[in-house]
């Protein structure tokens, strides 16, 4: 598991970005009956066929409001940055595996009924999400009469690219703010993110995740911006909070905008300096030789002119 996926395993860790994501990103009916006070990371410990643990997705329960009754949001946070042909056989095979482990773990009694999956997809690759949702849908026709046989399993996809840096910019959400870190282009961009993301998160009991996004940007977003050619600083202190690494970003930011404009200065200065010299220059071919130019004057000038302004 790549760092990349590391730093989304660290931050769906929290309640309150597995809050945020469902109520924001979610629009069905059923999200709004969820108590999320009651939200509880469950660490299912299950094998599949070939021996591999799932360690990179993440399972929560919450219960319904006023009910004594448990839904369970299975995350599936590679994440995905290719689409995959077969994500609704594989989201088959997680919910079944979960429910599995509950059964194991005498979770679930006998005659008792097993609890409602909701398996949510989160995909931040370029490319169109082009696989089906529903495990039905990668099973062929069923003669007739046959059709109650086909397997169904839906899953949830969340797709960032789809959701546009205006309407992310309108929303005071915690993933909504990560999308928007993703999608960054410029330092003035990050900056302005987790400037918004530090007056929000106020509270002791959003200091973890406030920590969570500090790291995150200093260890991973940060140094890939660089890659792309977005100028950072040369050594990043480690920072451990959020209000820290704004005051870092904007002091940075600020001494980056008197650099460009001191070389913006600097460049003008030359480029005049380049140009007195091309006049001077000029005068000396037309002034100081003009009667040693053979033929018309005119004829030969225009040359030497080219020469100037291409050399």
């Given at each position: 598991?790549?760092?990349?996926?590391?730093?989304?395993?660290?931050?769906?860790?929290?309640?309150?970005?597995?809050?945020?994501?469902?109520?924001?990103?979610?629009?069905?009916?059923?999200?709004?009956?969820?108590d999320f006070s009651t939200l509880e990371k469950v660490n299912p410990v299950y094998i599949s066929d070939d021996f591999r643990k799932r360690i990179s997705d993440l399972v929560w329960k919450v219960k319904w409001q006023g009910l004594d009754?448990?839904?369970?949001?299975?995350?599936?946070?590679?994440?995905?940055?290719?689409?995959?042909?077969?994500?609704?056989?594989?989201?088959?095979?997680?919910?079944?595996?979960?429910?599995?482990?509950?059964?194991?773990?005498?979770?679930?009694?006998?005659?008792?009924?097993?609890?409602?999956?909701?398996?949510?997809?989160?995909?931040?690759?370029?490319?169109?999400?082009?696989?089906?949702?529903?495990?039905?849908?990668?099973?062929?026709?069923?003669?007739?009469?046959?059709?109650?046989?086909?397997?169904?399993?839906?899953?949830?996809?969340?797709?960032?690219?789809?959701?546009?840096?205006?309407?992310?910019?309108?929303?005071?959400?915690?993933?909504?703010?990560?999308?928007?870190?993703?999608?960054?282009?410029?330092?003035?961009?990050?900056?302005?993110?987790?400037?918004?993301?530090?007056?929000?998160?106020?509270?002791?009991?959003?200091?973890?995740?406030?920590?969570?996004?500090?790291?995150?940007?200093?260890?991973?977003?940060?140094?890939?911006?660089?890659?792309?050619?977005?100028?950072?600083?040369?050594?990043?202190?480690?920072?451990?909070?959020?209000?820290?690494?704004?005051?870092?970003?904007?002091?940075?930011?600020?001494?980056?905008?008197?650099?460009?404009?001191?070389?913006?200065?600097?460049?003008?200065?030359?480029?005049?300096?380049?140009?007195?010299?091309?006049?001077?220059?000029?005068?000396?071919?037309?002034?100081?030789?003009?009667?040693?130019?053979?033929?018309?004057?005119?004829?030969?000038?225009?040359?030497?002119?080219?020469?100037?302004?291409?050399?």
């Open positions: 598991m790549n760092t990349h996926d590391l730093g989304y395993t660290r931050f769906f860790s929290h309640s309150r970005m597995v809050q945020d994501l469902l109520d924001g990103f979610i629009q069905e009916t059923w999200v709004t009956e969820l009754q448990w839904l369970y949001i299975y995350l599936i946070l590679e994440p995905q940055s290719t689409v995959d042909a077969i994500m609704a056989l594989r989201t088959d095979l997680y919910t079944k595996l979960l429910y599995q482990d509950l059964w194991q773990s005498r979770q679930i009694a006998v005659g008792q009924k097993f609890p409602p999956v909701v398996p949510i997809v989160l995909y931040n690759g370029k490319n169109r999400w082009t696989a089906p949702l529903d495990m039905a849908d990668l099973v062929g026709l069923y003669p007739p009469g046959l059709e109650i046989y086909r397997p169904h399993m839906r899953y949830l996809l969340i797709d960032e690219h789809r959701y546009l840096e205006g309407d992310l910019k309108t929303m005071q959400n915690v993933v909504a703010a990560l999308f928007r870190l993703e999608k960054s282009r410029t330092l003035e961009d990050v900056r302005q993110v987790v400037h918004e993301l530090d007056s929000w998160m106020k509270g002791p009991q959003l200091k973890e995740l406030r920590r969570t996004f500090a790291h995150w940007l200093g260890q991973i977003l940060l140094p890939r911006l660089a890659k792309h050619r977005m100028i950072i600083p040369h050594s990043l202190p480690e920072i451990n909070d959020l209000q820290e690494l704004h005051t870092m970003l904007a002091e940075t930011v600020d001494e980056w905008t008197r650099d460009w404009e001191q070389k913006g200065l600097e460049k003008g200065r030359r480029k005049a300096a380049r140009k007195r010299e091309f006049i001077s220059c000029f005068a000396f071919s037309s002034v100081i030789f003009p009667n040693c130019l053979p033929g018309s004057n005119r004829r030969f000038v225009l040359p030497i002119r080219m020469f100037w302004i291409h050399g």
